[in-house]
């Protein structure tokens, strides 16, 4: 770490990467949200297209208390850009017909059959503008037995496999406590976009593009599905154990002063020997150096409980921190267990652009985590998420090149709101 | 679900977006080998460098036990090629800066301070060609206390915030069960490397790109930075509901024949009142819609436990997948609790394409999910990883014109080997 990386200036950067691809947004909640908002923070114009009344049902999470709940709206919508649309009043829908002939890309995350009865399918799209990229995400797959199902999160999480190999090894399946059904799956269709827009500037060619959480859930799983190639059964629960790698000491270690999250992640490798004597000499247990009882990883696997107790009676005196800066000091992998207010309050995250302030004109300032990618060494800089409507005369200058006269009458027309 | 969907003959296709990328690549293990990869299904020629010794120590994570081990390769390297050089050999060495300047990429996940040991470091490349998108994935940030250590999945999760939301309610925190801080860290690597190929089509410039796992962690916690941010207190663990929306009935519920995984989600939407009414009809508890104890949400949420006995009453005589079928079908998002067996052997996925079965010249078949996202129908065709050095004088002949008496020489020369 030196003072000029951590400078607290200038340390986010504009990223222009996809500077000019124009997106029409008509996702919702965090599934199509967390996709179009990382081709945002690439540089691309995303314009969500939103319910004049309500707008994208994110923002609206607490019922009766919309200004009290800005902040899932924000996390999920940061440098995008809104537009009301009135899709129900045929002049509005014909506008949205407009920008997505000039569109790169349209996205959508609707139940299954709510964009064909808007108007908007893929056949009426590619209609309009046959090198367009149009993608979708659903809960199930085309062809699943469930394809006409809702799904959320935690549904597909479950079905997906997350909940299964989750929990202490004779508890329940557990929910793994973060939304992996969801931006998991907008990652994987950014992804395919983003290669869809490459081989687009060579050839102009439109495709359509259709992932389903419940089958993107199972590309994080992979480690799972090849633990059980080995065993020939269904992948287990273990608690903070790892299933499927026969190592000791790994694991979990309480630390001082024994709160809810005062933990640390100790590991030894199994391909390094050194990393066991090397833990010995820190907790000042030189006399297991060597001890027969515990020379090797199958050794020291067969007495885990005792291995675990010998390495707890030293983490339990010291702070997580303490044992995170010790123990990887040296030389071996640790982190202590840090919980979203410990992250939020470590200034070095902000200090390197990885956690920034959302100055928003209507909702108080929100430290959140940004695009973690740097670039140059700069990680993008991250801009409000949009008031409903703030951008609407905006885009239609900039896209349709309406003038203002024209956007009133759209106004006054019922086409806007 | 229609039969043409589901035809088992051609649901795959070769995805040509990133043909002729050219991509030279040093990872290993997850992190940055899912990255590699999820861009060679995309279509890139994705080159591991590899030792002629060992390879990428994922290939060989049972010591002693090569080929009984080939699943955590397969599921991280299919669709590349390797090459086995001898980095220590000058001959070696430059063999490698040559195909670095013919890359479009070149991307490593070392331990820090290794890549510039092995003398290929970003200021080394860069001035080999200054065209080239250089990729870094590392455990910690740079200008981050703990930058020099190194890290695993499980220390980037415990440090980026996972363990601290999943497990139970009053129980220690818990590893989710899946490799976040690897994959997760890759596609997010993934999205950045495309949107300066992207920009590179235009202007032909070169970038380093950097990603720390403990950072990227982050950016799937953010609902849990959002419920923070509505607390004002640190997010927390909450089994199978999910903390921060008081809404029920929620949860997972106990399925016959009450094996470790005998378990469905069902949840009822807050914005759709005709849920819960929906439910109360299928469960045959009729007598209970418009009854004042449970009419609203936090009506229901008061009495959640005697709310979730209504439900499991049924759900406990019914299958996992009964309940998912049934519930599905009323229109309420639900989703059984399935393991890896159950989703490896339900065949609609392989039907579909989004498993596929590796046939692989020196290990057994392996059925494993490929990438996800379909394009115009059809889901990536999977190729099997590569035998260690298999394709290395097709690499040196396509990429670098070398003859096969010049790879001959080179051979003897000890540059390969």
Redesign the interface.
């Known amino acids: 770490?030196n003072d000029s990386?951590?400078a607290p200036q200038g340390i986010t950067a504009e990223?222009?990467?996809?500077?000019g691809?124009k997106i029409v947004d008509f996702t919702q909640f965090?599934a199509g949200p967390s996709c179009t908002e990382?081709l945002a923070w690439?540089?691309a114009d995303v314009v969500k297209i939103e319910n004049p009344k309500m707008g994208d049902?994110g923002r609206r999470?607490?019922?009766g208390q919309p200004d009290?709940?800005p902040?899932?709206f924000?996390?999920?919508n940061a440098n995008k850009r809104s537009m009301t649309v009135n899709l129900k009043s045929e002049r509005g829908l014909n506008l949205v017909k407009d920008l997505l002939k000039k569109a790169d890309v349209a996205i959508e995350n609707f139940a299954p059959g709510a964009i064909e009865r808007l108007g908007l399918g893929y056949d009426v799209v590619k209609a309009l503008n046959p090198g367009i990229i149009y993608a979708q995400v659903k809960g199930f797959?085309?062809?699943?037995?469930?394809?006409k199902?809702?799904?959320?999160?935690?549904?597909?999480?479950?079905?997906?496999?997350?909940?299964?190999?989750?929990?202490?090894k004779d508890?329940?399946?557990?929910?793994?406590?973060?939304?992996?059904g969801d931006?998991?799956t907008g990652?994987?269709?950014?992804?395919?976009i983003?290669?869809?827009?490459?081989?687009r500037?060579?050839t102009g060619e439109g495709?359509?593009?259709?992932?389903?959480m419940?089958?993107?859930i199972?590309?994080?799983?992979?480690?799972?599905?090849?633990?059980?190639?080995?065993t020939g059964?269904?992948?287990e629960?273990?608690?903070?154990?790892?299933?499927g790698?026969n190592n000791a000491p790994?694991g979990?270690y309480p630390c001082a002063p024994g709160g809810?999250?005062d933990?640390?992640?100790v590991?030894t490798s199994?391909?390094n020997p050194d990393h066991w004597d090397r833990l010995l000499k820190l907790i000042g247990r030189e006399d297991l150096i060597g001890d027969a009882r515990y020379l090797t990883p199958a050794d020291r696997v067969a007495r885990e409980p005792e291995v675990d107790a010998i390495i707890a009676e030293w983490t339990r005196t010291r702070t997580k921190h303490e044992v995170?800066?010790l123990v990887?000091e040296a030389?071996?992998?640790?982190?202590?267990?840090?919980?979203?207010?410990?992250?939020?309050n470590d200034i070095?995250?902000e200090?390197?652009g990885?956690?920034q302030v959302m100055k928003h004109p209507v909702h108080r300032d929100?430290k959140?985590?940004g695009?973690?990618?740097?670039?140059?060494?700069k990680p993008a800089t991250l801009k409000p998420s949009p008031v409903l409507g703030e951008h609407t005369d905006g885009v239609l200058s900039d896209w349709l090149g309406l003038s203002s006269a024209e956007v009133s009458q759209l106004r006054s027309d019922g086409a806007l709101s």
């Open positions: 770490m990386a951590i990223f222009r990467f996809l500077t691809v965090e990382a690439l540089g049902p999470l607490r019922p009290n709940d902040y899932y924000h996390v999920f797959g085309e062809g699943s037995p469930y394809e199902n809702l799904a959320f999160d935690m549904i597909a999480q479950a079905a997906g496999g997350t909940f299964s190999v989750t929990g202490e508890g329940p399946p557990t929910r793994p406590g973060i939304s992996l931006t998991g990652m994987l269709m950014a992804i395919t983003l290669g869809a827009l490459y081989k500037r060579e495709h359509r593009l259709q992932v389903a419940q089958d993107a199972m590309h994080y799983m992979r480690i799972n599905f090849a633990t059980q190639g080995l059964k269904a992948a629960r273990g608690g903070s154990k790892v299933v790698v790994m979990l809810p999250n933990y640390a992640y590991m199994r391909a995170h800066r990887g030389g071996i992998p640790a982190g202590a267990v840090l919980d979203t207010m410990e992250l939020q070095t995250f200090q390197r990885i956690m929100f959140m985590p695009w973690p990618v740097r670039v140059d060494g």
